[in-house]
């Protein structure tokens, strides 16, 4: 079993900054990928970005955080860390942001953390 969890949440104005960060611990051997994904009330939940966990490193974003988001994982000997730097935010970034990881056995993001808020005024 992995557990994930999110920090670095918070309000910002129209064109900040915020870091967000996750700590995979547990059984991270048999990830093979991580994400960001984000929802707001109503909506379904959306992948923002992710991560291939290993030699290839490959990165994927959602069209409206090109060039704004980067996200960034690093592997410990305990954990599996992610990151998702955003900047130039708007106010549809808003929304709760969850880090998941993937198994390398399975097709989709089985592991999820509590979520951070992100909220981006005008």
């Known amino acids: 079993q992995v557990q994930l969890a999110e920090t670095g949440g918070g309000s910002v104005q129209t064109g900040g900054s915020l870091r967000l960060s996750c700590v995979a611990s547990?059984?991270?051997?048999?990830?093979?990928?991580m994400a960001w994904f984000r929802q707001t009330p109503g909506k379904e939940r959306e992948k923002v970005a992710s991560?291939?966990?290993?030699?290839?490193?490959?990165?994927?974003?959602t069209d409206s955080v090109k060039g704004r988001f980067t996200i960034v994982s690093e592997i410990t000997k305990n954990t599996l860390n992610l990151y998702l730097q955003m900047l130039s935010l708007k106010p549809e970034d808003s929304a709760m942001y969850y880090c998941?990881?993937?198994?390398?056995?399975?097709?989709?993001?089985?592991?999820w953390g509590q979520g951070t808020q992100v909220t981006v005024s005008s």
């Open positions: 991560v291939d966990i290993g030699n290839d490193n490959s990165k994927t974003y």
């Open positions: 547990g059984t991270t051997y048999n990830q093979c990928s």
């Open positions: 998941a990881a993937r198994l390398c056995s399975a097709v989709a993001f089985e592991n």
